[in-house]
């Protein structure tokens, strides 16, 4: 299933502002989850109950994957920070010594007033020569050493916005962790009275969780569009009967974006790691006009994805209980339908 004052704000750590952000906000909306459902409630308003606390299940897992996905760009570009100061200041030792040695070797040589030196010097035309000589290489490396200690400055302002931003996201991710626990025990609560129920209800609210709209649009087979939607395809197929696992893609359980994240990358395509963002990893299409291997996108918050196999039939990792499988293609509300 599917911000401290800044002195040079970078992209990414606007990115991060943004992503906190969107993250604040669905730990906001999660946080508002009812107390829970009497044991005592009519079989109904159970699984009414089981199906609202499964949709915000996702929700939170979605948010978590997002958050997760941006602590691992922030964690990379705080490294390449890291290394690119380490190497620079190792260039800025090496013209210090650089310098030292210069400033030795004029010492050295007496380390004369330079009318003096030119006054006593044997050739006056060769220590003019090697004066400017000088001059221009000690300009050159104090210019070169300002610049890079300019850079070094806002590479280490660079590296502590990375180091904040990081901090900010871990805690966001930590909350929507919290949330998720929350869902998990009502979760919990939600299948013991399931278990309560005798096998025939339990086989309704089974039957009615897969059941699908009659008001949508005439769908056929169809043919894979690409050679890669067929790989896809065959991967996801390859993952049927393995478990639904809270935010895992593979390769022994799935969420259901990280379902669909593995088997592009077994066709060789990178998709983003949740399913609002893989609503837009390509073009939209009109559900009628649906082929096996393009994503199908549900709710208007995009928080379930599948994968349209034909026959007007998806498959997708369901919920905690339910392993990967198919459902019929209007099984919930679907949103968009991506092509990969």
Not at 205 to 232: E, K, N
Not at 249 to 257: I, K, L, M, Q, V
Not at 294 to 321: C, E, F
């Amino acid at each position: 299933m599917g911000s401290h004052r800044r002195l040079a704000p970078t992209g990414f750590d606007k990115g991060a502002v943004a992503a906190l952000g969107l993250l604040s906000a669905a730990a906001a909306a999660l946080g508002a989850v009812p107390a829970g459902t009497a044991a005592a409630a009519p079989h109904d308003d159970t699984r009414a109950e089981v199906d609202r606390l499964y949709e915000e299940a996702e929700q939170a897992t979605e948010a978590y994957n997002k958050a997760d996905e941006k602590a691992d760009a922030l964690r990379e570009k705080v490294t390449t920070a890291q290394d690119r100061i380490a190497r620079q200041q190792e260039r800025i030792n090496t013209m210090r010594e650089t310098l030292g040695s210069l400033a030795g070797a004029q010492y050295r040589a007496g380390g004369l007033d330079p009318s003096l030196a030119l006054l006593f010097s044997d050739d006056p035309d060769d220590y003019l020569d090697k004066a400017a000589a000088l001059d221009r290489i000690n300009a050159h490396q104090a210019g070169e050493l300002k610049e890079l200690q300019t850079a070094m400055r806002e590479l280490a302002q660079e590296r502590a916005e990375a180091t904040r931003a990081l901090a900010e996201l871990e805690k966001s991710r930590t909350a929507v962790a919290r949330h998720k626990k929350t869902v998990e025990h009502k979760l919990a609560r939600a299948r013991q009275l399931l278990n309560a129920l005798a096998p025939a209800e339990r086989a309704a609210w089974d039957r009615a969780s897969r059941s699908g709209r009659t008001d949508l649009p005439a769908l056929t087979g169809g043919v894979p569009a690409s050679g890669r939607a067929a790989a896809a395809l065959a991967a996801a197929r390859s993952a049927l009967g393995k478990p639904y696992v809270w935010g895992a893609n593979g390769p022994s359980g799935f969420d259901c974006s990280g379902l669909m994240q593995w088997s592009y990358a077994q066709a060789g395509v990178s998709l983003p790691r949740t399913s609002q963002a893989q609503r837009y990893a390509g073009h939209q299409v009109p559900l009628s006009q649906a082929q096996p291997g393009d994503l199908v996108v549900y709710r208007s918050d995009a928080s379930h994805v599948g994968m349209y196999v034909g026959n007007g039939q998806v498959i997708h990792a369901p919920y905690p209980g339910a392993p990967v499988r198919y459902d019929p293609v209007g099984m919930m509300p679907v949103a968009s339908v991506t092509r990969v």
